[in-house]
């Protein structure tokens, strides 16, 4: 197989290798996909082709495919044109890796500030984004989720976070969407939940109501300072908990 190059056995005495030898073939295969050698749609060679190229028996390739289908880079398929397959990105589930990673690194060495800091990088140029890219369509839905959110806002009630994703989507910046909604998503679940009063999420409200008045406006610049005032507002409350 020319695009994957066989495995060098380790030189000098008592060295070890590092990673197992399926590790190291899902490391090639993966680094082939991520640069485009391997493009999504292709067939990879079969496991015995594999098992000749790397110099590894048939377990070891299993093994390897095993992991990177567990990454959902790579999926099998039945039958007589069956085989394995480079997957194709699935944008969603690469949001649900994140959320779940960072909810992992919040409980262990992340702070809310750091989480914070990032969400304002991020947010207050896509509301300045939003401001210039929207459809009619899009600021209609903008509006619909502000008025649902004055009807019934809370710490259970979900339109306050869906009213950013909606703003991520009128970027029409689809890597947005994709690094930002697992930040705010984590936050909410992780230190919200339950934990504001009453006045914050009627603030949130007032907050998003604003921001969409400039968004209509195409005031990008309004936009984008509306958002940092909203992130200053919600970094005083999440931290205030955090603290407890």
């Known amino acids: ?5 066989r495995q060098a056995a380790p030189r000098g005495l008592g060295v070890t290798p590092v990673r197992s030898a399926y590790q190291q073939i899902a490391d090639q295969l993966r680094e082939l996909i991520v640069s485009g050698g391997l493009a999504p749609g292709d067939r990879l060679p079969s496991e015995p082709e594999l098992g000749q190229a790397f110099g590894v028996g048939r377990s070891t390739v299993r ?13 099998t398929s039945r039958g007589v044109n069956g085989g394995t397959f480079v997957a194709d990105v699935d944008p969603h589930s690469i949001s649900a890796y994140l959320e779940t990673s960072l909810g992992l690194l919040t409980a262990s060495r992340l702070t809310v500030d750091e989480l914070l800091a990032v969400r304002e990088i991020l947010e207050v140029p896509a509301a300045r984004l939003a401001a210039t890219e929207r459809t009619e369509d899009e600021l209609a839905a903008l509006r619909t989720a502000v008025e649902e959110e004055n009807v019934e806002a809370g710490p259970q009630h979900e339109h306050p976070q869906g009213f950013h994703i909606l703003l991520l989507t009128c970027t029409h910046n689809s890597l947005l969407e994709v690094v930002t909604q697992p930040i705010f998503s984590v936050l909410k ?24 008045e400039a968004i ?15 992130l200053h507002r919600l970094r005083e409350t999440y931290l205030a908990i955090d603290r407890r």
């Open 1 to 5: 197989m020319s695009k994957v190059s």
């Open 63 to 75: 093994e390897a495919l095993r992991s990177l289908s567990s990454q959902n880079l790579v999926y």
């Open 189 to 212: 679940s992780r230190f919200l939940r339950g934990n504001a009063p009453a006045s914050f999420w009627q603030r949130v409200c007032t907050d998003h109501g604003e921001m969409v």
């Open 216 to 230: 209509e406006r195409r005031d990008a610049a309004a936009a984008g300072e509306l958002m940092q005032q909203h």
